[in-house]
């Protein structure tokens, strides 16, 4: 008898096994994507943990604020010394601002469809309007005292013709509130400058003011209420924003952890080669 060798053709792969084969040598892209991933969420993590401390150092902050200006007074803090004090200086300082004004597109129902107006370019006309901003700043005596100077008070002048520059000059303009030479009512603090609230604006070393402090202690009420506000808006976001990413962390973890035990074979770490059955013919042994 002869030997004679039989060679079997291995079965062709489906689609879906080559698919399976081809992941099977690439689980390392996936890995490596889902752990990108994983590090962006951890960035924004670590973002919002600090925009949560700044929410919550913005917040208490303006609550201390807050506190503070609902325990002052301007009418006990400052005395109101009526005509005491007299201008000597008046320094003015302006500028020029612009914006665009749409005010000029009007309601249409013509065929345009658009609702508004239209210039032979299909878009709404507008119109640049300048504004001029005046800042006024004066020095005052109180008789014993000299050379005081005051808060400077800003006014706006709006839809001026054309730009007004910017200039400043030793002298009163256009809507000033005080005349050199003027005797205008004054507040002096009750008491020393520095056991006063810091809140109030001295603009001088007594704390001689031309302005109501009123209108301090109200700054000051609006504005410790605005940056609490603010604060807890930001917390209350930075908070959210972690508690996505946290999400998205723990899923992007579960989705790489899952891929890795799928590409780990059972056993050991080699893959099982297949064994062709062996037939004996004549002492010597070849594949069936």
Known sequence: DVPVAFAVAEPAASPVAHHAAQQQHQPHRVVVRRTGN????????????????????????????????????????????????????????????????????????????????????????????????????????????????????????????????????????????????????????????????????????PCVKLEDPEEDVQAAISGGAMSSAAGWVLVLISVCGMALCSFGMWRQGRVVRMQVAAFQPAGNHQQPQYQYPQQAYGGVQYPQ
């Not at 003015?92 to 005010?103: A, E, I, Y």
């Open 38 to 205: 994983i590090a962006c969420y951890a960035f924004l993590l670590c973002f919002g943990l600090v925009a949560l401390g700044g929410g919550i150092a913005w917040a208490v902050a303006g609550a201390s604020q807050s506190a503070e200006a609902a325990t002052m007074s301007a009418e006990d803090d400052f005395a109101v010394e009526a005509g005491m004090c007299v201008v000597t200086e008046a320094q003015h300082c302006w500028r020029g601002s612009s914006r665009k004004d749409s005010s000029s597109c009007k309601s249409s129902s013509g065929s345009s469809g658009s609702g508004y107006s239209s210039s032979g370019s299909n878009r709404c006309s507008e119109r640049v309007v300048w504004s001029c901003h005046d800042s006024y700043t004066y020095h005052f005596s109180t008789g014993a005292e000299t050379g005081l100077k005051s808060e400077t008070v800003t006014i706006e002048r709006g839809d001026v013709n054309g730009d007004c520059g910017n200039q400043c000059v030793s002298s009163a303009g256009p809507g000033s509130k005080y005349s050199i030479g003027d005797s205008v009512t004054c507040w002096r603090p009750t008491v020393g400058p520095g056991s006063i609230s810091d809140l109030y604006t001295c603009p001088n070393a």
